[in-house]
């Protein structure tokens, strides 16, 4: 595990503020923050994945191919 500083502006204290007002450690806080934050950009990219796929006729094309092949297998 590694220490990393980082140096706060006025705004960032407040939020700090905010997050830690329950109790919580600042470390914790910050750590969380950073947890937060790389989920919401793995799901934005995830989302611009999903919508560039959405968009793709070849991909739509294919999804329909597999679909139409599912729907043969069925057993009922």
Known sequence: MGTTT????????????VL????????????GA??????????AKL???????REDPEDRAEAQRVLGAMESLRAW
């Open 6 to 17: 980082v140096r706060l502006d006025a705004e960032m204290e407040k939020a700090l503020a």
């Open 20 to 31: 830690t007002a329950g109790g919580e450690t600042k470390s914790s806080a910050i750590r």
């Open 34 to 43: 950073i947890l937060d934050a790389a989920r919401r950009r793995q799901e």
């Open 47 to 53: 989302r611009a994945e999903a919508a560039a796929l």
